[in-house]
Every structure is written in structure tokens, then in C-alpha cells.
Nanobody
Framework: QVQLVESGGGLAQPGGSLKLSCTVS????????VHWSRQAPGKEREWIGA???????VYEDSVKGRFTLSRDNAVTTVFLQMSSLKPEDTAIYYC?????????WGQGTQVTVSS
């Protein structure tokens, strides 16, 4: 059974930073791509980025240059460093992955950007 647990959400001021973590219980984590998506109130869930097993990253345009993904295979964790936060970044943030055609999601962590 694969489990993903996000942490690190909270309240940040516009222009501030937060760092989210996604810890994955998976014996083949080092070979696993991990994605992040978010869902703002009243909006559909949107994909925002991914990091592959080699550490290569790709981002959605609205977060490119502000958000940075990294991974530490030793602790089976992916990090999402968010900087220059905007009120429109307010959302529940989810990490997720696909293994053997099965899609696994974390429970999400709330990020609120407000002064």
C-alpha cells in the first residue's frame, strides 16, 4: 500500500514563503515521479508541477520561477518550496503519484496567503 502525507501548510503573507513536504511510503520511491496539484475554493483541481526520479522538474506557468521542487530519496520525501506567494496561491495542496497504473493521493495541506 502506498501512502502520501503532506505537511507544512499554513498561513503566509503575500510575498512570503512556505515549504511543503510530501513523505511517501513506497519501497521504490527513488524510481517514482511525484506530482503536486492544488485546489482553490470553488475551482477545479489544477496540476502545478512534478519531479521525476532523476530530480528533473517541470512546472505550470503560474508557479514557474516562484515554486521549486526537490527530493530527498533517503527520507522518501519531496519538497515544494513556495516563494513570492500571492493570494491566488491559496488552496489545498496535494501530492500524488502513479504506480502500476494506480493513482495515489495524499490528504492535502491547506495553504492560505493573506495579509
Amino acid at each position: 500500500q502506498v501512502q502520501l502525507v503532506e505537511s507544512g501548510g499554513g498561513l503566509a503573507q503575500p510575498g512570503g514563503s512556505l515549504k511543503l513536504s510530501c513523505t511517501v511510503s513506497c519501497t521504490i520511491f527513488s524510481s517514482t515521479d511525484v506530482h503536486w496539484s492544488r485546489q482553490a475554493p470553488g475551482k477545479e483541481r489544477e496540476w502545478i508541477g512534478a519531479i521525476d526520479r532523476l530530480g528533473l522538474t517541470v512546472y505550470e506557468d503560474s508557479v514557474k520561477g516562484r515554486f521549486t521542487l526537490s527530493r530527498d530519496n533517503a527520507v522518501t520525501t519531496v519538497f515544494l518550496q513556495m516563494s513570492s506567494l500571492k493570494p491566488e496561491d491559496t488552496a489545498i495542496y496535494y501530492c500524488h503519484t502513479v504506480l502500476n497504473t494506480n493513482h495515489y493521493w495524499g490528504q492535502g495541506t491547506q495553504v492560505t496567503v493573506s495579509s
